[in-house]
C-alpha cells in the first residue's frame, strides 16, 4: 500500500513539473509605441505570436493603468485593428500622462488570454520595463 502511494505521489509530481499544452502555447505580446501630435495619445503597433509563430486572426481588447496610481486613472479600453503584416495589430493609447503603465491585452478568437505589458512611456515611445524598474533602452 505504502509502494502504490508513492507512486502515485511521483506521477503527480511529473505532471505537476511538465508545462502543459495550454502553458507552453502562451501568446506572447511586444509594443512599439510612437507618440501622436496629441499629448499623451500614442499609436501602438502590437506585435503577437505564440510558439514562435505570427498569432493572426486575435480580437485584441487594449486597455492600461498605472500600477503606482491605482484608482487614479480611468482609459477606456480600445480594440486594435489588424496591421500590416501577419500578428501585427494597431491602437491608439489616449494615456493620459507620460510614466510607467501596464498595457492590458485581452485576446479572444483563436486564443483567449490575458497579456500585462509594462512599458514606460515618454515623448520618444514606449519602453519595456525591466524585472530592476528601470526603463530597458535599445
Ligand atoms: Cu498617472
Known amino acids: ?32 509605441c510612437t507618440p501622436t501630435k496629441t499629448d499623451f495619445i500614442y499609436h501602438c503597433v502590437i506585435h503577437l505570436t505564440r510558439g514562435g509563430q505570427a ?13 503606482s496610481m491605482p484608482m487614479a486613472h480611468n482609459v477606456r479600453p ?23 503603465w501596464a498595457v492590458k491585452l485581452r485576446l479572444a478568437g483563436p486564443v483567449r488570454d490575458q497579456l500585462i505589458l509594462l512599458y514606460d512611456f515618454d515623448d520618444k515611445g514606449a519602453h519595456p520595463v525591466t524585472r530592476s524598474g528601470r526603463p530597458h533602452r535599445k
Open 1 to 32: 500500500m505504502v509502494k502504490a502511494a508513492l507512486v502515485v505521489t511521483h506521477a503527480l509530481a511529473l505532471a505537476l513539473l511538465v508545462p502543459g499544452p495550454a502553458l507552453a502555447q502562451r501568446a506572447l505580446a511586444e509594443l512599439a
Open 78 to 100: 480600445v480594440e486594435a485593428t489588424p496591421g500590416k503584416i501577419p500578428g501585427e495589430y494597431q491602437a491608439m493609447l489616449d494615456l493620459e500622462m507620460p510614466g510607467e
Open 55 to 67: 498569432l493572426t486572426g486575435a480580437r485584441i481588447t487594449v486597455g492600461a493603468d498605472m500600477p
